[in-house]
């Protein structure tokens, strides 16, 4: 099975920058999304990347619209989220995972990466 390994996580001020990678040991599946996990709720989606090999289509959260962007790179086997204006309720684990119907995950978890946002 395909694992994920996610990085670039870091502690940034409010208003500042992170670029998360998720290298995947094998090939990316057409969809690929970023979660989010706060300590004590449930992980959320927060971005989607559709790739039909020519070109892409992304989706976001409300909670990260206009601030975070995700992107591909099919050769490298890599997603990333570029996360600007960080802001203290960005605070989180992030993870990486291929979705299937309804946006459901199913590929094991990687061991995620903490993003901290200092007020």
């Known amino acids: 099975q395909v694992q994920l390994v996610e990085s670039g996580g870091g502690l940034v001020q409010a208003g500042g920058s992170l670029r998360l990678s998720c290298a995947a040991s094998?090939?990316?599946?057409?969809?690929m999304g970023w979660f989010r996990q706060v300590s004590g709720k449930q992980r959320e989606l927060i971005a989607g990347i559709f790739s039909d090999g020519r070109t892409d289509s992304v989706d976001y959260a409300d909670s990260v619209k206009g601030r975070f962007t995700i992107s591909r790179d099919n050769a490298k086997n890599t997603v990333y989220l570029q996360m600007n204006n960080l802001q203290p309720e960005d605070t989180a684990v992030y993870y990486c995972?291929?979705?299937?119907?309804?946006?459901?995950?199913?590929?094991?978890w990687g061991q995620g990466t903490q993003v901290t946002v200092s007020s």
């Open positions: 094998g090939s990316l599946f057409s969809i």
């Open positions: 995972n291929a979705l299937g119907d309804r946006n459901i995950p199913f590929l094991g």
